[in-house]
């Protein structure tokens, strides 16, 4: 008797044993093959990252080009202060590029825009990144003409709505769902966005994702961004610009921060040109070979007050005003300049 519970012990402990070796061999196994998931997953990323960066690179150099790029399934981050691109855990390093574009896009297409930021000289390309899940709404309830402008050169590739829309008395955008997850609102001056909570009301399905907004004051030249809490808009900060292309890539940065940084980046570019040009400027003054036509136009300070003006971010969103009357002037004195065959400064 005592010899058959033993046997029963020993084949059930023996069977305890199976189970138990077997587990932790299969559960090896399984962290081999998550771990090789893994590192495949990081390699996919980080060769995709590397193909999407020369790709930028090509769209970048080019003005006025809009291209659409073809893309495996990914989710993908821009994070400026941070210093990159990301695809999970994988980073491509963008080295000050002057880059504007949602904090996320996901999807297999990506869309990229290319425009020359003069002032009045060429300074940078501004390069545009978008998203197939993100829709631009433009919003005005007396669109002038700019802001149709503004509204028709926006490259239909970026999912814009059809038209601009307007709010009703009852304060509501009338838009439906097209499966997006994202949407951006364009306002103009004449939409009051902080009362504009019924836009956000009126449309329930829009509370289940990603709601931002900018405001376009043209006649100030000043942008406002704004987030939501899914039931109204919140202002989260504001800025000046210079020119039209500051307004896109406010309407594509939906992140402050990533606005400001790449704004960053570009003055840094816009303060070295100018001294480079007001170098030359000076060099043809000391020459003593400008006529008195020309010795008119030259020397007025113009180049010297964009420099002067761009030392910093906070500098130059302060002065965008003094840059933009520097800038006319420069640019009338240059093409009176042309009339005289006066030594171009730029």
Do not use: H
């Amino acid at each position: 008797m005592l010899r058959k519970k033993k046997a029963v012990v020993e084949v059930q402990f023996n069977w305890v044993f199976v189970l138990i070796v077997g587990g932790i061999i299969l559960a090896f196994f399984a962290t081999i093959v998550m771990k090789q998931k893994t590192t495949s997953e990081e390699k996919i990323s980080i060769t995709t990252l590397s193909r999407l960066d020369e790709i930028l690179v090509g769209a970048g150099v080019s003005a006025n080009t809009v291209e659409v790029i073809q893309m495996p399934e990914i989710t993908l981050s821009y994070d400026c202060p941070g210093g990159g691109l990301y695809i999970g855990g994988a980073k491509k390093a963008l080295s000050e590029r002057v880059l504007f574009s949602p904090k996320k896009m996901t999807g297999r297409k990506l869309v990229t825009w290319t425009l020359d930021w003069n002032v009045p000289f060429k300074v940078a390309n501004f390069l545009y990144l978008g998203g197939e899940d993100t829709k631009y709404v433009f919003v005005s309830n007396s669109p002038s003409p700019e802001f149709k402008k503004l509204f028709n050169d926006f490259p239909a590739n970026f999912s814009k709505s059809d038209r601009i829309l307007n709010v009703t008395p009852e304060g509501i955008v009338s838009i439906a769902p097209e499966g997006f997850k994202q949407y951006r609102f364009i306002f103009d001056d004449t939409i009051n966005v902080p009362g504009s909570s019924g836009i956000l009301a009126g449309a329930d399905f829009l509370k289940k994702l990603s709601v931002t907004a900018v405001q376009v004051d043209l006649a100030n030249s000043k942008l406002t961004f704004y987030g939501s809490d899914g039931s109204q808009f919140k202002n989260v900060n504001t800025a000046n610009f210079f020119d039209t292309p500051e307004i896109y890539a406010a309407i594509f940065s939906d992140d402050f921060d990533n606005f400001i940084c790449t704004m960053k980046n570009a003055v840094k570019k816009l303060n070295v040109v100018s001294k480079i040009y007001a170098a030359k400027e000076q060099v043809i003054i000391d020459s003593g070979s400008l006529s008195s036509s020309c010795a008119g136009l030259r020397g007025t300070g113009d180049m010297n007050t964009i420099a002067g003006s761009s030392t910093d971010y906070d500098n130059y969103n302060t002065k965008t005003d003094v840059i933009r009357n520097s800038a006319n002037a420069l640019k009338r004195n240059l093409e009176t300049g042309r009339r005289f065959s006066c030594p171009p400064i730029y």
